[in-house]
C-alpha cells in the first residue's frame, strides 16, 4: 500500500520536478493544437482565464463571436458549441499528460490566460507546477476536481446567465469533449489506449459526468462514446447530427479494427 502523499499534497499524487513537468508539457503538445499550453509572463493580448466567468461581457461577446462564425441567430446553440470547444481545449493538454506522463498538470485558473484566435483558443499557464501520479486508482478525483469543478463548473453557470440552456446539454458537452480528447489522443498514441479508456470511464462516473453517456471500446484502438444529450449542432445552417449523438437512430460500435 502506497505511503500517504506529503502534506499538503493531493491524495495519491507527489510533487514533480519544474523539468518534468515541462518536458511532459512539450510531449503533450505534440499530439495537436488542443494538447498545447504555453508558458510564461501574459503579454499584452493575454487575458485571464476566469475573465470568462467573472468579467461582464467577456463571455457574451465570445458567445456572440461564435454565432456569427456559426452563421447562427440562435445563441443558445453557440453558447452550447463554444462551452465544448473550451471543454476540449481544458481537457486535452491534462488526460494527455496523465495517461502519457502519470503527471497531473496543475491548471490553476488565476494562472491561466487566454488570447482571442481561431480554435483551438490559445492557452497560456504564467505559473505550471505538476503533481506525479503515485497512485492510478485515485487520480480521477483531481482530474475531475482541476478541470470541471474548478472551470467548467464556473463557466457552464456563467454560460446560463446570458442563454436559456439545460444545464445537462452542457455536462453532455463535456462529456462528449472528454471523449474527444480520449479519441484524439489514442489516435496518436494508441499503444496507451486501454489506459485513456479506463480513466475516461472513471470521469464518466463522477458528478455531474454521470449518466451523460457510455465511452466503450469495441475494437481495440478505436474508443467508440454514445452521449445521452444532443449538443445542438443539427440547428446550425448545413448542420448535421455528431458521431455521438443521441438523436441518430441507430448507434453501432466499429466491428473491425482500423485500416
Not at 487575458?47 to 461581457?57: E, I, K, S, V
Not at 463554444?82 to 502519470?102: K, M, T
Not at 467508440?224 to 448535421?240: D, I, M, T
Amino acid at each position: 500500500m502506497p505511503c500517504d502523499s506529503p502534506a499538503g499534497a493531493p491524495p495519491g499524487l507527489l510533487p514533480a520536478a519544474p523539468a518534468v513537468v515541462a518536458g511532459a508539457v512539450a510531449d503533450v503538445r505534440a499530439i495537436g493544437g488542443y494538447f498545447g499550453i504555453e508558458t510564461g509572463e501574459a503579454e499584452a493580448g493575454w487575458r485571464p482565464f476566469t475573465d470568462l466567468w467573472t468579467a461582464p461581457g467577456v463571455l457574451e461577446a465570445r458567445i456572440h463571436d461564435m454565432a456569427g462564425r456559426l452563421g447562427t441567430t440562435e445563441h443558445r446553440v453557440a453558447a452550447s458549441i463554444l462551452f465544448q470547444g473550451l471543454a476540449a481545449r481544458l481537457w486535452s493538454p491534462s488526460i494527455g499528460a496523465v495517461v502519457a506522463h502519470d503527471l497531473l498538470i496543475d491548471l490553476a485558473p488565476e494562472h491561466l490566460y487566454w488570447r482571442p484566435a481561431p480554435d483551438p483558443l490559445p492557452l497560456r499557464a504564467t505559473r505550471l507546477s505538476g503533481w506525479g501520479v503515485r497512485d492510478p486508482a485515485r487520480i480521477a478525483e483531481p482530474v475531475y476536481r482541476s478541470i470541471m469543478a474548478e472551470m467548467l463548473e464556473p463557466l457552464a453557470e456563467a454560460v446560463r446567465r446570458i442563454v436559456k440552456i439545460a444545464p445537462g446539454l452542457l455536462w453532455g458537452n463535456a462529456a462528449s469533449a472528454l471523449a474527444g480528447t480520449i479519441g484524439a489522443f489514442t489516435h496518436r498514441r494508441p499503444d496507451l489506449t486501454a489506459k485513456a479508456v479506463r480513466l475516461g470511464r472513471e470521469l464518466l462516473d463522477r458528478d455531474l459526468l454521470r449518466g451523460t453517456g457510455e465511452l466503450t471500446e469495441p475494437v481495440p484502438g478505436r474508443p467508440f462514446f454514445v452521449r445521452r444529450s444532443c449538443c445542438l449542432y443539427y440547428r446550425l445552417p448545413g448542420g448535421g447530427m455528431c458521431g455521438d449523438c443521441v438523436l441518430l437512430p441507430a448507434r453501432r460500435p466499429p466491428t473491425h479494427p482500423p485500416g
